[in-house]
């Protein structure tokens, strides 16, 4: 009987999961080939550059510059060790999407949608999650939770660049989402790390 039973809860979890997964690619594609239709040459390239400014160089750039000023005895930003105990959280979005960009495995939007391209040339790795939305919404989160007067500022950055990802044709809908929740989680779990280790 119990096995009757789980049989039975499989097969209606089965398609009840199938059928939100249809919606949800269905939706994603729609959105997808609604932006291409819309692109603009000025849009592009603008949204080109927010995209660059949220890579993982950047992030390295940054965070590299900013200590070496620190270090010297240089403050550039207000509450600038704030600023710099946030990095910590885009770090730990950028290990949690890679991690789930390796279990879903879903393949990039140009490479399943017909008639589809995207604007710039897709990265090798997996699409799902967004570690671009994942790793500068979990920067802007922490910031937030700091209560640092910059967030204000990078969340208009931060929601731009997973804008970009969209518009660009890199990311489906559902991934950009999925990197905000993860984004999202990441800050919460950072701050909360660094406070109780007394650091804050």
């Known amino acids: 009987m119990l096995c009757l039973c789980r049989r039975a809860f499989r097969g209606l979890w089965a398609r009840f999961s199938g059928g939100i997964l249809e919606r949800i690619t269905l939706i994603d594609q729609r959105v997808l080939l609604f932006l291409q239709r819309h692109r603009h040459p000025f849009v592009n390239r603008v949204l080109l550059l927010f995209t660059y400014s949220?890579?993982?160089?950047?992030?390295?750039?940054?965070?590299?510059?900013?200590?070496?000023?620190?270090?010297?005895?240089?403050?550039?930003l207000p509450e600038q060790r704030l600023f710099l105990l946030a990095l910590f959280s885009p770090l730990a979005?950028?290990?949690?999407?890679?991690?789930?960009?390796?279990?879903?495995?879903?393949?990039?939007?140009?490479?399943?949608?017909t008639g589809f391209e995207a604007f710039m040339r897709p990265p090798s790795c997996p699409?799902?999650?967004?570690?671009?939305?994942?790793?500068?919404?979990?920067?802007?989160?922490a910031l937030a939770l700091l209560g640092h007067p910059l967030a204000p500022l990078v969340g208009v950055w931060a929601f731009i660049v997973?804008?970009?990802?969209?518009?660009?044709?890199?990311?489906?809908?559902?991934?950009?989402?999925?990197?905000?929740?993860?984004?999202?989680?990441?800050?919460?779990?950072?701050?909360?790390?660094?406070?109780?280790?007394?650091w804050l």
């Open 93 to 113: 979005a950028w290990c949690c999407g890679y991690v789930l960009k390796k279990i879903f495995a879903r393949a990039r939007p140009s490479c399943e949608i």
């Open 162 to 198: 997973s804008f970009s990802r969209l518009y660009l044709g890199v990311h489906y809908l559902s991934d950009v989402l999925g990197g905000l929740l993860v984004g999202v989680g990441a800050a919460f779990l950072v701050t909360g790390l660094l406070q109780w280790q007394g």
């Open 127 to 141: 699409s799902f999650p967004s570690s671009h939305t994942a790793s500068s919404f979990a920067f802007f989160t």
């Open 54 to 76: 949220g890579t993982g160089l950047a992030w390295l750039g940054i965070a590299f510059a900013l200590q070496a000023l620190n270090f010297l005895g240089y403050r550039v």
